[in-house]
Structures are given as structure tokens and as C-alpha cells.
């Protein structure tokens, strides 16, 4: 593991919120990356050092299990993203590297870059998610799952190389339409309850079930590997409480890092092969 997750994490969180890269006076972004998730898309920059130096994020439904069902929403958005950070910086972002779930069809990559393109910046490169979120972690051996918005991502790691990739649809929406479902309120009220820490331990028997199913996902993957942990990264796994569910299932140790939401957008500007 990074020893220096912790602290990583929360620089990335700082930034994230519009506040100041401690940069030491250098101010260059050099590596971009653009997480076009399920629930949230997030544009992360990193100096040439590889800390985060800014970055945005904003919850939007314009992809679906890994597929961009809404092209032109999500052009726009990511344009709204640019201008916001590039205000911040100072200066113009041209390129960027993006990430897809595993087993996504290599059509629906090319759309994912395309939306890159279309908002004007060149591709640099692209990333399974799992893969991406280990640069920041730096696992060498163990499982790291990806549990965003619409899809679940395991990534098994031997001697730090991946050796099995595999994606499930199960994630965040879920939990939200089981809440509206069961409180019979709208998706977009149920989501904002999901969010709120006050209403997250009310709302956990409800959602325990899925993340019994994240759990369930990940116990097929890793069953034919010596799998001895388990990391849990993408914004539904910073719901309290589902570490433990998936430890319980799948029977080997599973952490959360600090903020997981930025784990996955951070491994994924580390693959922006232009750099600068």
C-alpha cells in the first residue's frame, strides 16, 4: 500500500473543494483526468510530481453501467468542468486520459474519449478503472473493486501486476432505488438522502442488501486467486458500513481508503501519457 495514502487523499480532497495546492510555488498541470462515472464526473489535475494541483467534480446522469447514454450532457458538462478549473489554474487544460470499467465494449471506450475530444481535449490515453485506482494505491498484492455509481470493478494484483479484470452492474444507483423504492419518494430525493450523513444509519438496512450483492460480485471474481485483502474504492464505498458487509461475504479483510471517491479520477490522470 501507499504509505502516504492518507495524506494524499486529503491534499485531493482540498483541492477538490476549490482550495490551494500546497505546490511550493509550481503551478503546472501536467497530468489531467477525466472519470466520466455513473453518478459523479470528476476532473482531476496533477502536477508533475503527481499531487493534485486542482480539480472538480459533479453529480450527473450522463452515463449508465459504463456507457454514455447522454452524449451532449456529458460534452457540456465536462466543458462546464474545464472552464472551472482552468479559472482556477490560470490557464488552458488541452489534454487529459479518462477511465472505463472493466469489460465495457471497446465501442463504448472510443465514445467515453470522443467526449473528450468533443469538450477540446485530446485523449491521451485510457484505463480500465480498478488499474487506474491502483496507481494511487499501490496494491502489489490483493483486490482492488471499484464500486461506482452503476457498476461494480474487481482488479486482482500479484506483485503489483494485474492479473484478472472483471465488471458487474451493482452500485450507488442501486442503493438509491431501493431507498425510493422502499420510502416511495422520487430517485433524485432518495439520492440526496443517501448522501446525507445524518440519514445514512437509518437508511442502512436498506441498502445492506446490495452491498451484499458487491460483496457476492467480488467473492465470484476472486475465488481462483490467493486473495488475502480486499480495497474498496469509487463514491458508493464511502458509505458507512460497507466495508464490514463485504468482509462478511466475500471472508477476507476489506478496507475503504480516506475519500474514495478521488482514489480512481487521481490513477486515471497518472495514465495521461502527454504530460504537459
Request: aromatic share 6%; hydrophobic share 45%.
Given at each position: 500500500m501507499n504509505p502516504h495514502l492518507d495524506s494524499y487523499l486529503e491534499e485531493a480532497e482540498a483541492v477538490m473543494q476549490g482550495g490551494q495546492a500546497r505546490t511550493n510555488g509550481l503551478v503546472e498541470p501536467r497530468y489531467v483526468g477525466v472519470d466520466l462515472g455513473t453518478a459523479y464526473t470528476v476532473l482531476a489535475v496533477l502536477?508533475?510530481?503527481?499531487?493534485?494541483?486542482?480539480?472538480?467534480?459533479?453529480?450527473?446522469?450522463?452515463?449508465r453501467d459504463g456507457l454514455v447514454v447522454d452524449f451532449i450532457g456529458a460534452i457540456d458538462l465536462l466543458r462546464q468542468l474545464k472552464r472551472q478549473v482552468e479559472a482556477r489554474l490560470g490557464r488552458e487544460l488541452t489534454h487529459a486520459a479518462t477511465g472505463?470499467?472493466?469489460?465495457?465494449?471497446?465501442?463504448?471506450?472510443?465514445?467515453?474519449?470522443?467526449?473528450l475530444y468533443a469538450a477540446g481535449l485530446e485523449c491521451t490515453g485510457v484505463v480500465d478503472e480498478p488499474t487506474?485506482?491502483?496507481?494511487?494505491?499501490?496494491?502489489?498484492?490483493?483486490?482492488?473493486?471499484?464500486?461506482?455509481?452503476?457498476?461494480?470493478?474487481?482488479a486482482v494484483f500479484q506483485d503489483g501486476n494485474v492479473i484478472y479484470t472483471a465488471d458487474e452492474a451493482t452500485g450507488g444507483t442501486h442503493f438509491t432505488l431501493v431507498i425510493a423504492g422502499a420510502l416511495r419518494i422520487p430517485f433524485?430525493?432518495?439520492?440526496?438522502?443517501?448522501?446525507?450523513?445524518?440519514?445514512?444509519?437509518?437508511?442502512?438496512?436498506?441498502?445492506?442488501?446490495?452491498?451484499?450483492?458487491?460483496?457476492?460480485?467480488?467473492?465470484?471474481?476472486?475465488?481462483?486467486?490467493?486473495?488475502?485483502?480486499?480495497?474498496?474504492?469509487?463514491?458508493?464505498a464511502a458509505y458507512p458500513g460497507i466495508?464490514?458487509?463485504v468482509e462478511e461475504v466475500v471472508g477476507v479483510p476489506t478496507t475503504v481508503p480516506g475519500r474514495p471517491l478521488?482514489?480512481?479520477?487521481?490513477?486515471?490522470?497518472?495514465?495521461?501519457?502527454?504530460?504537459?
Amino acid at each position: 500500500m501507499n504509505p502516504h495514502l492518507d495524506s494524499y487523499l486529503e491534499e485531493a480532497e482540498a483541492v477538490m473543494q476549490g482550495g490551494q495546492a500546497r505546490t511550493n510555488g509550481l503551478v503546472e498541470p501536467r497530468y489531467v483526468g477525466v472519470d466520466l462515472g455513473t453518478a459523479y464526473t470528476v476532473l482531476a489535475v496533477l502536477d508533475a510530481e503527481k499531487h493534485p494541483l486542482a480539480g472538480t467534480y459533479r453529480f450527473a446522469n450522463v452515463v449508465r453501467d459504463g456507457l454514455v447514454v447522454d452524449f451532449i450532457g456529458a460534452i457540456d458538462l465536462l466543458r462546464q468542468l474545464k472552464r472551472q478549473v482552468e479559472a482556477r489554474l490560470g490557464r488552458e487544460l488541452t489534454h487529459a486520459a479518462t477511465g472505463y470499467p472493466p469489460g465495457v465494449p471497446r465501442v463504448e471506450v472510443r465514445a467515453t474519449a470522443n467526449v473528450l475530444y468533443a469538450a477540446g481535449l485530446e485523449c491521451t490515453g485510457v484505463v480500465d478503472e480498478p488499474t487506474a485506482a491502483n496507481a494511487v494505491l499501490q496494491v502489489r498484492n490483493g483486490a482492488v473493486v471499484d464500486v461506482g455509481g452503476g457498476t461494480t470493478g474487481v482488479a486482482v494484483f500479484q506483485d503489483g501486476n494485474v492479473i484478472y479484470t472483471a465488471d458487474e452492474a451493482t452500485g450507488g444507483t442501486h442503493f438509491t432505488l431501493v431507498i425510493a423504492g422502499a420510502l416511495r419518494i422520487p430517485f433524485e430525493k432518495a439520492e440526496a438522502l443517501k448522501t446525507n450523513p445524518a440519514e445514512q444509519a437509518r437508511l442502512f438496512p436498506l441498502v445492506r442488501p446490495v452491498m451484499e450483492k458487491v460483496g457476492t460480485i467480488v467473492a465470484r471474481h476472486i475465488a481462483r486467486y490467493p486473495v488475502e485483502h480486499v480495497y474498496l474504492v469509487g463514491g458508493t464505498a464511502a458509505y458507512p458500513g460497507i466495508a464490514q458487509v463485504v468482509e462478511e461475504v466475500v471472508g477476507v479483510p476489506t478496507t475503504v481508503p480516506g475519500r474514495p471517491l478521488f482514489v480512481t479520477p487521481l490513477g486515471i490522470a497518472m495514465h495521461d501519457a502527454l504530460q504537459g
